[in-house]
């Protein structure tokens, strides 16, 4: 996962310095794939989905509807307008996924997953609801990417957390 992070971001970066076809194409493209694989975590996580068969079962629709998404945005038609509606349709359904877990669980960091889902939320409103420049520095756009920073690092601190905290209690079945 911490390689498509670096890979996602890589591609952001190169999107922002050089806007052509093939590097926008790749930022909305792996933006949607990680939109997408992180729905499929959030979904197994939340439901404790631990046979291999059910996790493939899972996953294989989203995959495919991913996949099919982004051929059609490279190979078919780029609709800006039809993608936003992907992306938000995939984080609204990924928020409310690990906010009704969070809020049922007792996990002992679920408040840095609370954190993430909030402040999940309010950047995506930054894309949904863009503005220009604010005195010609600050669109929403980059506040959005000002925001991912902070987010993305209470994200992995939780996943580390929740993987110190799922191996303690296989620990303590196996005992």
Same mark, same amino acid.
């Given at each position: 996962?911490?390689?498509?992070? /670096? ?48 996790? /493939? ?30 992306? /938000?349709?995939?984080? /609204? ?83």
């Amino acid at each position: 996962m911490y390689q498509s992070m /670096v890979y996602v971001s890589f591609l952001i970066v190169m999107s922002s310095l050089s806007d052509v076809d093939l590097t926008e194409k790749l930022d909305y493209s792996s933006a949607v794939a990680l939109l997408g694989y992180s729905l499929i975590v959030s979904i197994l996580r939340s439901f404790n989905v631990r046979v291999e068969a059910a996790r /493939v079962m899972v996953a294989a629709p989203f995959l495919a509807f991913v996949t099919t998404h982004i051929l059609y945005l490279n190979f078919y038609t780029f609709d800006y307008g039809w993608n936003m509606k992907v992306c /938000v349709a995939i984080g /609204v359904a990924q928020l409310l996924i690990w906010a009704i877990w969070v809020g049922i669980t007792r996990h002992p960091s679920r408040w840095k997953l609370w954190v993430v889902v909030v402040g999940g939320g309010l950047a995506m409103l930054l894309e949904i609801y863009d503005f220009p420049p604010y005195q010609g520095f600050f669109d929403a756009h980059a506040i959005w990417h000002a925001t991912t920073i902070p987010l993305t690092c209470l994200w992995w601190s939780f996943i580390r957390d929740d993987a110190k905290f799922r191996t303690s209690i296989l620990l303590k079945k196996a005992k």
